[in-house]
T-cell receptor, first 111, second 117 residues
Framework: KQEVTQIPAALSVPEGENLVLNCSFT??????LQWFRQDPGKGLTSLLL?????REQTSGRLNASLDKSSGRSTLYIAASQPGDSATYLC??????????FGDGTTLTVKP | GAGVSQSPSNKVTEKGKDVELRCDPI?????LYWYRQRLGQGLEFLIY????????KSGLPSDRFSAERTGESVSTLTIQRTQQEDSAVYLC???????????????FGPGTRLLVL
């Protein structure tokens, strides 16, 4: 059974700081890994999707890496802003379409 | 274009009643997913539809839960004889699938907040 763990559960940083969120998974037989953002009371917004054959994806100030063999992914956020405050969720998917989510990291960026 | 929509946005029901939740995926998306999110927790997979294939129901927590999808459009999630532990946000997502079953980006609806009294 796939298990996804996200560390830390919560993180508070001052504005402008660079930060890294971590995601680990127990079964390396994945097809892709996706990072999402969830704002309070709202649905999820996809940030980055990394196929199993890829090592990283970048979008603006976000960079996600994937090390499938070790079962790890990181989401790097550069020059954090208060608007980045949200819960960040990591999800891994199998070829059957089923996704397993971590419990998320709640990020607070202080002005 | 229109995103994934869900209705109702909020539902309050009494224990023992049946509820039906609706999801309208993005047009052209062949894959549809239902998840449950309890307060302060991550998403829990419930069921997955892909085209005309048999759905993956492995995440449904009990036989009180069922879901249907009409072709490649609307889906309904039905919870019979609701219990207080069913209280959660129910999220629906849709995605495009390539012929090689590689899953594409999932697009989520705003969710239905269910409260069972």
């Amino acid at each position: 059974k796939q298990e996804v763990t996200q560390i830390p559960a919560a993180l508070s940083v001052p504005e402008g700081e660079n930060l890294v969120l971590n995601c680990s998974f127990t079964d390396s037989a994945i097809y892709n890994l996706q990072w999402f953002r969830q704002d309070p009371g709202k649905g999820l917004t996809s940030l980055l999707l990394i196929q199993s054959s890829q090592r990283e994806q970048t979008s603006g100030r976000l960079n996600a890496s994937l090390d499938k063999s070790s079962g790890r992914s990181t989401l790097y956020i550069a020059a954090s802003q208060p608007g980045d405050s949200a819960t960040y969720l990591c999800a891994v998917s199998t070829n059957a379409g089923k996704s397993t989510f971590g419990d998320g990291t709640t990020l607070t960026v202080k002005p | 274009g229109a995103g994934v929509s869900q209705s109702p946005s909020n539902k309050v029901t009494e224990k023992g009643k049946d509820v039906e939740l609706r999801c309208d995926p993005i047009s052209g998306h062949t894959a549809l997913y239902w998840y449950r999110q309890r307060l302060g927790q991550g998403l829990e997979f419930l069921i997955y539809f892909q085209g005309n294939s048999a759905p993956d129901k492995s995440g449904l927590p009990s036989d009180r839960f069922s879901a249907e999808r009409t072709g490649e459009s609307v889906s309904t999630l039905t919870i019979q004889r609701t219990q207080q532990e069913d209280s959660a946000v129910y999220l629906c997502a849709s995605s495009v699938h390539s012929g090689t079953y590689v899953q594409e980006t999932q697009y989520f609806g705003p969710g239905t907040r269910l409260l069972v009294l």
